[in-house]
């Protein structure tokens, strides 16, 4: 009896470790793709933030690469009333030294009580605000200040597209040339190949004028002083050239002036004439 109890024991152990060896075992193995699956969304992420860096830091250059290709032209417009016109005239011309620009034009101009200074200043892009900043110091008054730029890119584009493409049929053409079995027919791509360097050189002159209009801005700058005294000192010549001008425009006006009143003068005429034979028959 006892032996039968103890083997009815060591069954129902058996059959108990039986079922929990594989409960535990689905357990583990659900543990194991846990494990597995986890690690393997880690090694994807980690992975996946891999790949994004160099992505990221890709579309970035890229960004300053196009910034880089712009092409903008920028062009400023400035007039201002300065307290001493010699000395702004001084200290413009030291400013554009200072920022490494250039002076294209300048001209002087006298109106009556203002003297007046027009300059065309060209600068690099980079030291295009500063410049205009500083040179906005020497004003009294600004009467108006305008700041324009124009993106030309799509239109360099558009050119260095052309240029290309008719490279590549001056290099067509003179493949022909080569071909070419008679006269005529070198006679005929030659004229041809003329035409398209022509069309070449054209587009090249556009992009080198673009090229400069990008490389430097423009500042056009209008600086004025208003006084009572003459401030330019002309010479005897050119004084004598203004009083025939000023003659010229005065017998001009005398002219218009007395068809303007003719029928006075008809009438005045008319009276002298009969005055003067009235004191003869006297």
């Known amino acids: 009896m006892k032996t039968t109890n103890w083997a009815i024991i060591l069954l129902l152990a058996l059959a108990i470790l039986a079922c929990g060896g594989r409960s535990g075992a689905p357990e583990m193995a659900a543990e194991g793709y846990d494990t597995y699956s986890g690690g393997e969304a880690k090694m994807a992420y980690e992975s996946g933030e891999a790949d994004r860096q160099p992505t990221a830091s890709g579309e970035t250059a890229q960004a300053e690469e196009v910034?880089?290709?712009?092409?903008?032209?920028?062009?400023?417009?400035?007039?201002?009333?300065?307290?001493?016109?010699?000395?702004?005239?001084?200290?413009?011309?030291?400013?554009?030294?200072?920022?490494?620009?250039?002076?294209?034009?300048?001209?002087?101009?006298?109106y009556g009580e203002m003297l007046e200074n027009r300059m065309v200043i060209r600068v690099r892009p980079e030291r295009f605000d500063s410049l205009l900043a500083a040179l906005e110091q020497l004003a009294t008054y600004v009467d108006f200040r305008s700041v324009n730029a124009e993106d030309v890119t799509r239109q360099y584009i558009d050119l260095e597209t052309r240029l290309a493409s008719k490279r590549a049929v001056v290099e067509r053409y003179r493949e022909l040339l080569k071909q070419a079995k008679n006269v005529q027919e070198v006679l005929s791509v030659e004229e041809n190949l003329r035409k398209v360097v022509e069309e070449i050189e054209s587009i090249e002159g556009q992009l080198r004028y673009l090229s400069r209009q990008v490389d430097y801005s423009t500042i056009n700058l209008t600086f004025y002083e208003k006084t009572d005294q003459p401030l330019l000192r002309r010479s005897f010549m050119n004084r004598i050239g203004?009083?025939?001008?000023?003659?010229?425009?005065?017998?001009?006006?005398?002219?218009?002036?007395?068809?303007?009143?003719?029928p006075l003068i008809l009438i005045i005429g008319g009276l002298l004439w009969w005055w003067i034979r009235r004191r003869r028959k006297r």
């Open 67 to 110: 910034l880089q290709e712009k092409k903008v032209i920028r062009t400023a417009n400035i007039r201002m009333e300065v307290k001493d016109f010699r000395e702004a005239q001084q200290q413009a011309a030291a400013l554009v030294l200072r920022f490494e620009g250039e002076v294209v034009s300048e001209e002087v101009q006298q």
């Open 242 to 262: 203004e009083g025939f001008t000023r003659g010229w425009h005065l017998l001009k006006d005398l002219a218009v002036g007395a068809v303007s009143i003719w």
